[in-house]
């Protein structure tokens, strides 16, 4: 393997910058609309918080269940099936199916609803006690959300997301191997068309010390928020 640096760096931080492009516009929308997936979801179970302003028992079951069957839907289909599909949507939105712009349509699309199940999963976990206290206090909904069910399970949700942002960060190499850009790119075209195992070394340490970073971080935000 032959590490000419002198040639590998400048390519490998403009890899760098077009897989934190990829994410960073993904993961905005992602967080805020997977922690709305997960909000109604667990809102929207039978006991859950919406279910006497949805009229009946009946509509908030019903929407819990179309919900819950379109996340389903989102977190089986493999990515690489998911950005095919997605390309006229990608094409609509950004003017290109090629490039990490283009490239965080589909990532949004998928990580949405693995991250709004994985909110769902961290509410759940919150002390149902706590919000039959709220609620004999007298506590609105939207009280219930943001102080005790968000605010409780915000340690969990924490690492939920350094979750969803690692599984972005697989995505985007996926992404990179058909016009995506970033680190899969430099991956594919230097490391496995033209046999230089160098570029496949390199872009693996690079991966694995960025998912190292955002889970120790995540961990450490999460001890401190428990506390």
């Keep these: 393997m032959n590490f000419n640096w002198s040639v590998m760096t400048p390519i490998l931080i403009k890899a760098l910058g077009e897989t934190f492009l990829m994410v960073g516009l993904a993961l905005v929308p992602t967080i805020i609309f997977g922690i709305v997936v997960g909000v109604l979801l667990v809102g929207t179970d039978a006991d859950g918080v919406f279910a006497s302003p949805l009229g009946s028992r009946r509509l908030g079951s019903i929407i819990h269940s179309v919900l819950g069957f379109f996340v389903n839907i989102g977190r089986s289909l493999p990515f690489i099936i998911l950005m095919v599909v997605l ?115 390199v872009t693996i340490v690079i991966l694995i010390v960025i998912v190292q970073v955002v889970q120790t971080i995540a961990s450490r935000v999460a001890r401190r928020l428990t506390r």
């Design 87 to 201: 390309i006229p949507l990608s094409r609509l939105l950004v003017g290109s199916s090629i490039g990490p712009v283009a490239a965080a349509v589909p990532l949004t699309v998928a990580a949405i609803p693995f991250f709004g199940r994985l909110v769902e999963i961290a509410l759940r976990e919150v002390d149902g006690g706590l919000v039959e206290a709220a609620n004999s206090l007298g506590a609105t909904r939207g009280t219930i959300i943001w102080k005790v069910l968000l605010a409780e399970g915000r340690p969990s949700i924490i690492l939920a997301l350094s979750t969803s942002v690692i599984s972005l960060l697989n995505y985007s190499a996926i992404a990179g191997t058909i016009g995506g850009g970033g680190i899969g790119d430099i991956a594919v075209r230097y490391g496995y068309q033209r046999y230089d195992n160098a570029y496949l070394l």
